[in-house]
Nanobody
Framework: QVQLGESGGGLVQAGGSLRLSCAAS????????SGWVRQAPGKEREFVARVSWSGGSTYYADSVKGRFTASGDNTKTTLYLQKNILKHEDTAVYYCAATPYYSSNNYREYNYWGQGTQVTVSS
């Protein structure tokens, strides 16, 4: 059984930074890749970033490219999302997710999810 849990959300001023963490457990066969997905009120769910648990190749949505950095540790138990130069548009609930697939940028292919952590960026 794969379990995920996010932490690190909160309130931050525009232009500031936050670092989200995701604690992961369970078989790595069921979570070859992991990703960060966000959903803002009244907006579509958006796949933000992808990283392998081994710290392999990454993907970033155009909306966050150059500002966010996703990484994973060598133990395959923790995923990070470093968020810099935050904008009000980054306000959303951020979810950590895992997939048995490789290099998937489609959140519908991620079948394991954390509970989400709220990030609010104020002006």
């Amino acid at each position: 059984q794969v379990q995920l849990g996010e932490s690190g959300g909160g309130l931050v001023q525009a232009g500031g930074s936050l670092r989200l963490s995701c604690a992961a457990s369970g078989s790595t066969c069921s979570r070859h890749d992991s990703g960060w997905v966000r959903q803002a009120p009244g907006k579509e769910r958006e796949f933000v970033a992808r990283v392998s648990w081994s710290g392999g190749s990454t993907y970033y949505a155009d909306s966050v490219k150059g500002r966010f950095t996703a990484s994973g540790d060598n133990t395959k138990t923790t995923l990070y999302l470093q968020k810099n130069i935050l904008k009000h548009e980054d306000t959303a609930v951020y979810y950590c997710a895992a997939t048995p697939y490789y290099s998937s940028n489609n959140y519908r292919e991620y079948n394991y999810w954390g509970q989400g952590t709220q990030v609010t960026v104020s002006s």
